[in-house]
């Protein structure tokens, strides 16, 4: 009886409820192109069927405090190839597995559909380096930690979070203390495994000389339509630059399983996760 009861309240401390979204930007956000269409919602529309979001015109976050104060806190960037965000299996059952590591987290909705046809990602950065802003200014409200703000991101998602982590960017530009890619696309110039790392302005590789990059941890599959052999190469290319990076190939999985129970990786990646932030001091043992 008395375990039953200390596991009860385990799982109460553990399972954070979700708060209030936080707008990202007050009033119109930047560099807008497109026009809502009348009668629709700027937060979004849920595909009914998917739980997927699109048409997102105002960006917010929903932050999920962590259960004790001072913990790391992960923006988490669902995928959805710039086009949509998968945000419950890559957003909200994420978070959960985050709160139950011991961290704070935030689900951002960044905007969708794509502004740019052949630059996707300028929008949805301008998006995530102002939530970077916002939750490093107000971790403590959320029991976080502002020396420990995580960027953490799945396929399109994963792209946006690489170039926010690493990416050439103006002085002073807002980046996390870590970073989390989970089947990240768009790393290379194409989408095959003999393929390059997009560089220069508009790649995802640190200048040289722009200070050590912040510590990765990939997590990918081997059967991944879009390649394995990205993560490993931005790894060994972090790693170069005086970085560290952890990266976790599976055999099997493909892409899109998230925080799911579809595969070996979608259910032991988190638990990986939670032991590479220990090692790295980013969570305390």
């Known amino acids: 009886m008395k375990s039953t009861l200390l596991a009860s309240l385990l799982f109460v401390t553990l399972a954070a409820e979700p708060l209030a979204p936080v707008a990202v930007w007050e009033g119109a956000p930047p560099a807008e192109t497109l026009k809502l269409k009348p009668g629709s919602d700027p937060k979004g529309t849920i595909n009914p069927k998917t739980l997927g979001r699109t048409e997102v015109f105002t960006p917010e976050f929903v932050p999920w405090p962590a259960a004790k104060p001072n913990s790391p806190i992960v923006i988490i960037c669902p995928g959805g190839g710039y086009g949509g965000l998968a945000e419950q299996h890559e957003g909200v059952t994420v978070a959960e597995?985050?709160?139950a590591l011991g961290c704070a987290a935030v689900v951002l909705k960044y905007r969708v559909p794509r502004r740019d046809p052949e630059k996707p990602w300028m929008v949805p950065v301008m998006d995530e380096r102002k939530t970077v802003e916002i939750v490093r200014a107000r971790a403590a409200e959320w029991n976080g930690n502002p020396a420990k703000v995580g960027i953490l991101g799945f396929s399109a998602g994963g792209n946006l979070a690489a170039r926010v982590a690493y990416s050439p960017a103006e002085e002073g530009a807002a980046r996390p203390n870590f970073a989390v890619l989970v089947y990240p696309a768009y790393l290379f110039v194409k989408d095959e495994p003999a393929s390059t790392l997009?560089?220069?302005?508009d790649g995802v590789i640190p200048m040289p000389g722009s200070g050590k990059p912040?510590?990765?941890f990939f997590a990918h599959s081997a059967d991944d339509k879009y390649p394995a052999e990205g993560s490993m190469a931005l790894a060994a290319k972090l790693k170069s630059l005086g970085g560290t990076a952890e990266v976790h190939v599976w055999a099997k999985g493909g892409h899109g399983w998230g925080a799911t129970d579809r595969c070996e990786a979608a259910?032991?990646?988190t638990d990986l996760?939670?032991?590479w932030m220990k090692e790295?001091?980013?969570l305390t043992p």
């Not at 997009?198 to 302005?201: A, E, I, N, S, V």
Request: hydrophobic share 45%; aromatic share 6%.
């Open 214 to 216: 912040v510590p990765a």
């Open 97 to 99: 597995r985050l709160n």
């Open 273 to 275: 996760l939670g032991v």
């Open 280 to 282: 790295v001091s980013i």
């Open 267 to 269: 259910k032991r990646w």
């Open 198 to 201: 997009r560089d220069g302005l």
